[in-house]
């Protein structure tokens, strides 16, 4: 079912290619972004609004970074900009469509305050408030889906903070896409499932229910992996964290005698701290005794490349699970219904 023949038919709107094409959109998005250059000035913190397929790209962009920033950094998930930000504060909405109401929300809140606004979107009514407001703006190519736009969202971050984030991310996120190439080779649809980790991995998650682990800097590729799983292959999934999930959830596992039913996957990284290398591995052996665990590590570099690494696989992996489900990955009807009745 996972040959490339049974992959078009299945995948009618073309999702595969635009899974695909991660390492040249970040390539791009860099590119268009850089040329917007945002001083950071007097500002304290910078607030990334943005939900779903664009927030993510926030999350993400937070969790490697965070930790080299002379600013703080958050990510707004919400209609109400935080109440600790400040006049001056530097305020980067990330809507695709340029229409999230809880991104729009935010950015009038932060207005209110003075924040700096600065606006990546394909359109939209974000596009028409930068340009009203004579915010800078980065737009990016529409006709994608959100999610299926991560690679334009997330690169235009590294390309305007490069005056409050330490080192040469530009080339950081190159030697992440050429990576991403590389896994491409392993994870395309011409490869046939015997050699393809992404469709092993699908074929194991068909009729159960992934739960994505994680310990930071990691946190944000389980959560998007559990929204690519929610989305292209329509099947309920969750995300969690450790340690956090060593002090409640492991019990759960012990406990319900529907354990089998669940897989857990635990992306790993060949950095982790040793004290958390030790949990995590304690924590697979407990598990064991109920469930089949997977274990994911990429082979990157450098931490960018790993952890874009371990979502591009966890991309791909969706849309063949989706083919093995038959669904085609694109639609999301439940959203546009739900859309539907709150703008009525």
């Known amino acids: 079912m996972l040959e490339p023949a049974a992959i078009r038919r299945v995948d009618r709107s073309g999702m595969m290619n635009i899974v695909a094409s991660l390492p040249e959109q970040l390539l791009e998005g860099y590119r268009r972004a850089e040329q917007v250059r945002i001083d950071s000035g007097d500002a304290r913190r910078v607030f990334i609004a943005g939900m779903g397929g664009s927030g993510i790209a926030g999350d993400l962009f937070v969790a490697w970074a965070s930790d080299r920033s002379k600013l703080g ?17 530097i305020l980067i909405a990330v809507s695709y469509s340029g229409d999230t109401e809880e991104t729009l929300s935010a950015v009038a809140g932060g207005e209110k305050i003075g924040c700096r606004i600065v606006g990546i979107t394909s359109g939209g009514k974000l596009e028409a408030l930068c340009k009203a407001g004579g915010y800078p703006l980065i737009k990016v190519p529409k006709g994608l889906p959100p999610r299926g736009a991560f690679g334009h969202l997330f690169a235009s971050l590294p390309a305007i903070s490069e005056d409050w984030v330490y080192g040469d991310l530009g080339h950081e996120l190159e030697r992440a896409a050429a990576h991403l190439m590389r896994l491409r080779e392993d994870y395309g649809a011409e490869v046939p499932a015997r050699s393809n980790p992404a469709k092993a991995l699908a074929a194991k998650v068909r009729g159960k229910t992934p739960i994505v682990y994680a310990a930071p800097p990691y946190g944000p590729v389980a959560t998007r992996w559990k929204t690519q799983f929610n989305e292209n292959a329509e099947v309920l999934a969750w995300a969690s964290q450790f340690p956090e999930a060593d002090h ?23 950095e982790e701290a040793p004290e958390m290398a030790r949990r995590l591995d304690v924590t697979k052996k407990i598990m064991s005794r109920w469930t089949t665990v997977e274990e994911i590590r990429d082979r990157g570099e450098t931490l960018l490349s790993r952890m874009l690494g371990a979502l591009y696989l966890g991309d791909f992996a969706s849309v063949y699970l989706a083919v093995l489900r038959n669904v085609d990955p694109m639609p999301v009807k439940p959203i546009a219904e739900l859309k539907k009745r709150l703008a009525a």
């Open 73 to 89: 950094m958050e990510v707004v998930r919400g209609y109400a900009c935080p109440a600790w930000a400040a006049r001056n504060d």
């Open 248 to 270: 409640n959830e492991i019990v759960g596992w012990g406990g319900d005698p529907h354990a089998r039913r669940f897989l857990p996957i635990i992306l790993r990284d060949r």
